[in-house]
Every structure is written in C-alpha cells, then in structure tokens.
C-alpha cells in the first residue's frame, strides 16, 4: 500500500536493467477496439481532493434537475506485481519485466460504470468491462508491449493480489490518458472507492446545469474545476500518465513509508541529473535529463528579461527542487504518484507559492516557462503556484481564460453544442484568432526557432468527424 519524499537522492547507484533516459522503449501493439475518441459531449466536475459521498449525489442531483445524469469516476493509481502472458509467462519486456521483490509498476487507472461507457465508449469496450476485464491505452500498450490476453496483478488496499485480463488496447482518450480503465465493480473488489469527478451527459442545455451547479457550493475555480469537451485547450493542463511515462520513461517503486516512495535504481541511475546547478540563475536540484535543457532556457529568459530576483533563489534549493519520490499530497490509499517523482516538476518559491495558497507569483515568469514547455500548478483545482510541470510543447500563445496569470493570446470561442446521447458527427464553431510571435522549444537551451506573423481571421467552420471503429497494428 502506497502511503506518501525521496528514501535516497544518492547518485552512486548501480543500474540493473537498463532504461533510456528519453523514455522508456515502445512496442509494437495488436489490433485496437472502439472508437478514435469519445463517442458523445461531456461536462465534469472534479476535485483533486476526491468528493463525499454527499457531494458526489448533490451534483448529481443538479444534473437530474437540468436534464443530464452524472456518474461518478475514480482515478486509482494500481500497483502491478506481475504480467504474464496467457500461456503464463511472465512479461521479459518494459518496467514490469523486473517486478518483484515488493516492487511494483504505478497504472494510473480510470473506474467507470458500464453504462456511462457503452454511451461514451461504445458497446465494445463496454463489454470488455461488464466481463471483468480491463482496457488498456495504445501508449501504455506501447510501454510495456501489452497484448489482449495478458493478465496484470495488481493489489487491492491492502496489498491482496487481484488478476485482471487486458480485454481490450484502446484509444487514450478512454483511459483518460492514463493506462487502465476498468469498471467500478472490479474498482469496489480492491476497495478503491474514493470518486475524484463526475461526469455529467444527456440532453438538457449546458448553461443551464451551470448555472445551477454556481447557484450551489460548487464554485468553479476554488476547490472545485468545471471542464467540458468543447474546451479550448488550457496551457496549465499536464500531460496524462502514460504520456508522461513515454516522455521521462517508466519506473517500478516500493512504500518507503510516511508517503516516500523508492524509485527504482536502474530508472534513476540513467534519468536524474544530480546536483546540477543552472546558469544566469543558480538553482541547484536532481532533475530529469530531459527537462536540463528546457528549465535553463527558461531560467536564461527569465533573467535577461531582468527578472531574477523574481526568483527565490535560496527558498529554492533549501525546500523546492525537481526530484522527489512520493505521491501526491493530495492522495488517499490509491494516490496518483507525483510528478516529481519523475524529476519532471520544479518546485520555486515555495514559501509564498505554496499548495492551497493564492499564487503571488509574477506572470511574465509564469508565461516564460510555459513558452519552454511547462504546465504552470497556479490555476490547478488546488492551486500549487511554485509548481512547473514538464510538458514538453510551448503553450505561452495558447489563448484561455486561467484564472491566475492568463496568457496574452485571444481566447478562441467555441459555440456550445447541443448535447445529445447520440454519436456526434459534426462540431460548429466560431473562431478570432490573432497569432503573436512564437517560439518553438526545443532540448538545446541554446538553439530557440524564432518566427514573427500577425493574422488576424473569424471563421464559423464546420468539421465533419467520422467515428470509425479501428482495427489497425500501430508502432
């Protein structure tokens, strides 16, 4: 059982298996079920705390009261002791080739009801979760060269071994990104009972059910976060698990106690930069090889812009950093594993910036970073203003109304669909965009692409989007 800060920062490790500090390897993957997306529009309210069972049926109350139903969903993170093959052979290839000796592989999983995904997913994912078994994402597929067929065991609570069967490789899109989904019943026999979001379908008018859902304790932005499909991207939005594990590789981990974690020696003997001090401003932190490059040229911007002492350089390196193995401190017994786990994150300014506070950060800091690639925890359900996550694409143009430390792009608009339980087959919108000077981002602090345009365009475009189920081997 996970419980939640790193067991060893020493360098001097022997690496075992070898890993790829860029990643982790990606196989070849069988034939995919269901359709490229979800299947219908969707609104959610989520937490990162988890929600009551009161809350959870006062907003699915509201949802009755203006024509929707929402179902409650629950992100466990599942601990993976083995995987083995149908014949019984135990996997020799990815993180969970090595599983033993108490170790275990995070699978950030996803527990629906089988009714809410025969609506969003379609009768044949939802009949691989009514049968007991388990979908699995095309990227996490990919990681650790899952098959249909291929039995994962995992621990329930406290630590029983539970067999699941991979019934399905699916789109990421239904695994919200993660790894696994399952069905809630599969959730309830490992007693991961914790409901994270709602989501909310049907055919009533949008506005309506968030008006409501105003009208009620669930304010939008405080502790609470309202998505919906037909959003604009948000630059502050991380990266899902199986993403990030493709981009900074897959680790296996074991309970250090008081919510520490081990992470494995073979993963950090080839991923962590130890002690690496920054130039122009001199943070020194363990941080992913991956994101060295992308974290100076931030820090290098940031001070030729005359803005260093925006920067707490000795809160910093006393109490922030980028290495840390725990999970997340908003966790219960199934917690997601923290990103800095990874290296992946830096944490500045902790003393004023810190999780729950209202962020003081200075924007054009904030909006730097996200130029090198980093997902700012400012406007997070809870916010974490001196957290920058790692997401390795630019997002300073992206146009969104964050409630801390908005970007100066134009925020499209996007008319609001008219849901319906049905497949939709076409999305209509209205967009103003204005395209500002962007720079792309790349590894080499040194080496920027630079290019200036200034358009401005208004276009109602209507696209027409084919939900084909695939049968497809992808690489």
């Not at 949802?63 to 929707?68: H, P, V």
């Not at 409501?212 to 959003?231: H, K, Q």
């Not at 604009?232 to 199986?242: E, I, Q, R, S």
């Not at 290019?451 to 690489?475: E, K």
Request: aromatic share 8%.
């Amino acid at each position: 059982m996970f419980s939640v800060v790193l067991a060893s920062v020493s360098p001097n490790v022997q690496a075992q298996d070898r890993v790829s500090s860029s990643g982790s390897p990606r196989f070849a993957v069988s034939a995919m079920t269901g359709p490229k997306r979800l299947l219908i529009d969707w609104m959610s309210v989520s937490s990162g705390k988890g929600f009551s069972t009161a809350q959870v049926r006062g907003i699915q109350q509201i949802a009755k009261r203006t024509g929707f139903t929402g179902f409650g969903v629950r992100f466990p993170t599942l601990q993976m002791r083995e995987q083995r093959r149908a014949a019984g052979s135990r996997i020799s290839k990815g993180a969970g080739a090595s599983v033993s000796g108490g170790w275990v592989v995070p699978l950030a999983t996803m527990a629906i009801d089988v009714t809410l995904a025969r609506v969003i997913s379609g009768a044949a994912i939802a009949d691989v979760l009514a049968d007991g078994r388990a979908a699995i994402g095309v990227t996490s597929a990919r990681l650790r060269d899952a098959r249909v067929g291929d039995v994962l065991v995992v621990n329930d609570k406290w630590g029983k071994p539970f067999d699941i069967e991979i019934g399905a490789i699916v789109d990421d899109d239904h695994v919200d990104n993660g790894d696994l989904l399952v069905s809630t019943e599969f959730a309830d026999d490992l007693m991961a009972t914790k409901v994270h979001k709602v989501l909310v379908i049907g055919e009533g008018e949008p506005a309506v059910f968030q008006r409501e859902l105003r009208g009620g304790t669930f304010r939008n932005g405080a502790v609470y976060r309202l998505r919906r499909s037909w959003d604009p991207p948000d630059p502050d939005a991380t990266l899902g698990t199986a993403k990030f594990k493709e981009l900074l590789g897959e680790f296996r981990v074991k309970d250090a106690g008081n919510g520490r974690l081990h992470i494995s020696n073979d993963w950090r003997g080839v991923s962590i930069k130890w002690l690496h001090t920054f130039k122009d401003i001199p943070i020194r932190a363990n941080c992913h090889k991956e994101i060295v490059g992308p974290l100076q040229g931030a820090l290098t911007e940031v001070f030729k812009a005359g803005l260093a002492k925006a920067i707490d350089v000795r809160n910093t390196n006393r109490y922030g950093g980028c290495f840390q193995g725990r999970i997340s401190r908003l966790a219960d017994d199934f917690g997601n594993i923290s990103r800095h786990s990874w290296g992946g994150a830096l944490d500045i300014n902790t003393s004023t910036n810190g999780q729950g506070m209202r962020p003081t950060l200075n924007c054009q800091v904030v909006r730097i970073f996200r130029k090198w690639g980093f997902a700012w925890g400012g406007n997070f359900a809870v916010a974490d203003g001196m957290h920058f996550e790692f997401v390795g694409e630019p997002r300073h143009d992206w146009g969104f109304n964050s409630q801390f430390c908005p970007n100066e792009a134009p925020v499209p608009t996007t008319s609001i669909p008219r849901m319906r339980l049905t497949p939709r087959t076409t999305l209509e919108s209205t967009t103003t965009t204005t395209a500002p000077a962007t720079t792309s981002v790349i590894s080499d602090a040194a080496s920027t692409t630079t290019s200036t345009a200034t358009t401005t365009s208004t276009s109602v475009a209507t696209t027409v989007t084919t939900l084909p189920y695939v049968s497809t081997s992808t690489t």
